[in-house]
């Protein structure tokens, strides 16, 4: 018995350090601090423009870590990781002038899920490990279905670079940005109930 729980332990340690759960990606989450910031008026601010090369960068380095990821992983959704991947790369090509995804306070807001609450053989779409053989779980759940819950340092970045749920693109970065412009076009119509006249006026005068 005793020898079977020493050879059991030091297979797991083995593994562990063979095998990280998934690539660092510090690099990647500083690079993003960068780029985008916390706050709107930060954001709005012209030196807080980001630098397409470095936009470029962020892009390149997630799709290099979800390349890792499908290369080790025996159960991938090849096809989902192969769209990621794909999305990320010709996002690097052609960086778009603005990060088209969702901000950390949504993400610090989802759904947290107990692995205990989940099926046994679960595992996180994007590296594949299962959930209950990671020590410390932290998983989250999006929006747009029950199924879809992955470790939060999986889809975390994906989330801020796109703002999608990987498995049906639902794009709760749009649907937020939507929410904010129909409450702005709210406040504006509240604010000025009619006239352009006066506007008018206001230019000349
Ligand atoms: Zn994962
Ligand atoms: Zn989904």
């Not at 709005?44 to 423009?49: T, Y």
């Not at 390349?67 to 080790?72: E, F």
């Not at 412009?181 to 506007?199: T, Y």
Request: negative net charge; aromatic residues 6%.
């Amino acid at each position: 018995m005793a020898s079977y729980e020493t050879e059991h332990a030091s297979d797991d340690t083995q593994r562990t350090s063979e095998r990280p759960r998934r690539p660092d990606l510090s690099s990647f989450f500083s690079m993003m601090s960068e780029i985008t910031t916390d706050s709107p008026q930060e954001r709005n601010r012209p030196g807080a423009v980001p630098v397409p090369a470095d936009m470029s960068t962020a892009y390149r380095t997630l799709a290099d870590a979800f390349r890792i990821m499908q290369r080790d992983n025996e159960n991938a959704d090849t096809d989902m990781m192969e769209q990621m991947i794909e999305s990320l790369m010709s996002s690097a090509e052609r960086p778009p002038t603005e990060v088209k995804g969702v901000e950390e306070e949504w993400i610090a807001q989802l759904e947290r899920v107990s692995v205990k609450k989940l099926k046994k053989d679960a595992d996180c779409p994007i590296c594949g490990n299962a959930f209950s053989e990671d020590p410390h779980p932290l998983l989250v759940r999006l929006p747009c279905h029950k199924t879809h819950v992955f470790d939060l340092e999986c889809v975390r970045p994906w989330l801020l670079l796109n703002g999608t749920c990987p498995m049906d693109r639902i794009d709760f970065a749009k649907q937020i940005r939507e929410r904010r412009q129909k409450q702005l076009e709210e406040i504006k119509k509240n604010a000025a109930p009619e006239d352009e006249e006066e506007e008018w006026d206001g230019l000349y005068g």
